[in-house]
């Protein structure tokens, strides 16, 4: 028996989330069918992450157990193939980034210590027909400066339940510590990366929301700790939609310190 | 009675191509249905250049006639709200990017002075799922030195017969300029743009899979001359497929000077 763990990238866009939902075409039920027809085993899937329809990932992780008819440093290459419908020079909309084997007691949700999500806004005068499913628009002009003083309320450990949207999973405790939200504008657009140990449902994109409101000069930054410590969902911004956000990585050693100023490699991520 | 000149832009990956035809989802026939709606008359346009499935542009152009109920500069902003489904924070996959009146002989085809395209190359260790609808994707290191001294073979007036794909409108002549061809490097990629009084069926994905046949080692630069004088398709590269290339400008007053070392706009172009 071994435990495989995956690092997934994948477009959103034509996917109706992560999660496994009859009838409808998920990155996990995509994933479970392609692997199964590889291992000739049935594999069921953890993913740390349960992402919204039309969010997309650089680096989802995912487990699954089973004994395998083929070597396990196959399993990528073979899966990526399948996925891109055997065309070397194109990719999927979903692929295999690479596979190792852990413990057997190791879960890819459980084991999480924590993740960064990016979130990608375009600005201008007029939205891309390329960027429409990869970013939020947004015309009206956004100070960056005003954005990146309200980020720096958020960070800390805080009871977040303000930025919580009802219809999630039931939580113990709605207390996260975000270790860092730096907003970076780049040519065409801001981008926000935020690490924290956990997210509540539409966390992000409800401090997207946000953060766009103060940029837009709708919320004052110094408002910001009195919607934090009201929890009450209602004083904080707009949820951003999904399009615009990105599962960057997950955390299994430990969380990076809480830092600034570092510079994201938007280049490699964001260009086509 | 009016001629009306559209400056549109469109990602080709939804549709079945620019030309109208019946029953498939086409840039020309998504275009005319919905300027039919709001301009309350019949409308028949005429696009500078037949582009094939999966072919973007960021300035396709077309012109339509006729008596309009609405005033010429609101069919723009009308039209782009119905194409992106009245959601004013993201982009259809077609957009009007500007509106002209011209004179009633003015012919989008017949009095276009020449085209520039651009085509996308993915080079990498592995391909990404978010350019797979945007660029060809090359495994190979690839030469970007000899293809640029391939390229300036290119450059000039010649019959192109051998980068002619079978299948195309008949023409008169297979005799073309070509004022520009740069192969410029950039992050992740390397961008071809090449100017021309006018292109042959598949000629800009001929050229670019001849350039990469000699980026790879499989074609020498010097064989160009030779190749082109042989005006025998066989002879040239391959066909580099269609989601690579995006019609970027149309010009009607004149063709720009034959000149090289010009920087393209990549950022605005391309990123997301």
Redesign the interface.
Known sequence: MKNVLLSI???GTNFCGWQRQPAKRTVQGELEKVLADLCCVEVSLNGTSRTDAGV?ALGQRACFKGEFAIPLENIGRAANNIL?GGN????????I?EVQEMPLDFHARFDAKGKTYLY?L?TGE???????N??????DPLDVALMSEAAAHIVGKHDFKCFEAAGGNPRETTVRTITALEVTE????ITLAVTGDGFLYNMVRIITGTLVDVGSGRIRPDEIPGIITSCDRQNAGHTA?P?GLYLAEVYFDRLPEIKTGKKLQQ??I???
């Open positions: 990238e994948y477009d997309h891109a070397r020079h194109k990719a999927g909309d979903v692929r980034k990608r375009a007029v939205p891309s027909v390329f960027a429409r990869y970013s939020y628009f947004i015309k780049a040519d065409g657009g939609p399009q280049n490699s964001f260009n086509v």
